[in-house]
């Protein structure tokens, strides 16, 4: 079953438009919070994110993965596909 994935945003972020880049060239569906000037829900994002508060923050299946440079490093390491298809090791 595929995961769910999650992913906080600016709308206007570089490194979330590459992020989510990614995620849609592998085909993935994933939960969009655009919460820009929120920083309500940056606080809520940062309380999931282990007090990261940088834009994106990104979940897959509730389990927080990082930002966008970890989400490119667990691609070049051939662990984001499994996290993907929901087989977290
Ligand atoms: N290494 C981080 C960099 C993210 C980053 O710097 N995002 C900017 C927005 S594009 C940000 O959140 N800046 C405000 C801050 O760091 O508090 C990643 O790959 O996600």
Same mark, same amino acid.
């Given at each position: 079953?595929?995961? !769910?994935?999650?992913?906080? @945003? ?8 590459? /992020?989510? &880049? %990614?995620?849609? *060239? !592998?085909?993935?569906?994933? @939960? ?8 309500? /829900?940056? &606080? %809520?994002?940062? *309380? ?42």
């Amino acid at each position: 079953m595929a995961a !769910k994935v999650e992913i906080y @945003t600016w709308s206007s972020c570089p490194f979330c438009i590459r /992020a989510k &880049a %990614l995620l849609g *060239k !592998k085909g993935v569906e994933f @939960t969009e919070y655009v919460i820009d000037g929120d920083e309500e /829900a940056r &606080a %809520l994002m940062a *309380k999931r994110a282990n007090g990261r508060r940088s834009l994106p923050q990104i979940f897959i299946d509730n389990r927080h993965v990082g930002g966008c440079d970890d989400l490119y490093a667990l691609e070049s390491q051939g662990q984001l596909d499994p996290l993907l298809q929901g087989n977290a090791a």
